[in-house]
């Protein structure tokens, strides 16, 4: 199911998800995810979220997850729709944007307000929509 011109839902629910509930496995997700995926994507290219749709070497954990799934933090913002975790051939040019207070602004302007410590996701950027009371971006 498409849900952008640029993605499809099976892009942000694990495949067993999308078996069990098609395209109800939107109730999964939350729009302010959509939005900052559809602003990174227009920013930086390609991103990549899940690709199972497509690939056999696969990415099925990068948008929600399953109250039981065992991937992550238990209280992951994932568990409840509003976190992705983003790959791209530009990583690092990424990377380098997160850490520029111009871009930081940008992101809050599409609904970001949490990044995982870049250092410790190597070859992704974990992106969080959940509210904060902050008016900057919280990097933990
Ligand atoms: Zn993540």
Same mark, same amino acid.
């Given at each position: ?45 390609? %991103?990549?979220i899940n690709n199972w749709?497509?690939?056999? %070497?696969? !990415? ?51 609904g970001c307000n949490y ?10 950027i974990h992106f969080s ?9 919280? !990097?933990?």
């Amino acid at each position: 199911m498409r849900i952008h011109k640029y993605f499809r839902l099976e892009e942000f629910v694990p495949q067993e998800i999308f078996k069990k509930y098609g395209d109800n496995s939107i109730r999964f997700i939350s729009n302010e995810v959509i939005e900052l995926a559809v602003f990174l994507r227009e920013r930086f290219g390609q %991103i990549i979220i899940n690709n199972w749709l497509w690939e056999d %070497i696969n !990415f099925n954990y990068s948008g929600f997850r399953a109250s039981d799934c065992k991937i992550g933090a238990k209280e992951s913002d994932h568990k409840r729709g509003v976190a992705i975790d983003i790959k791209s051939d530009r990583l690092a040019d990424i990377k380098h944007c997160v850490t520029t207070e111009i871009f930081q602004y940008a992101l809050l302007e599409n609904g970001c307000n949490y990044i995982e410590n870049i250092e410790k996701t190597p070859s992704w950027i974990h992106f969080s929509c959940a509210l904060s009371n902050s008016n900057k971006i919280i !990097f933990y």
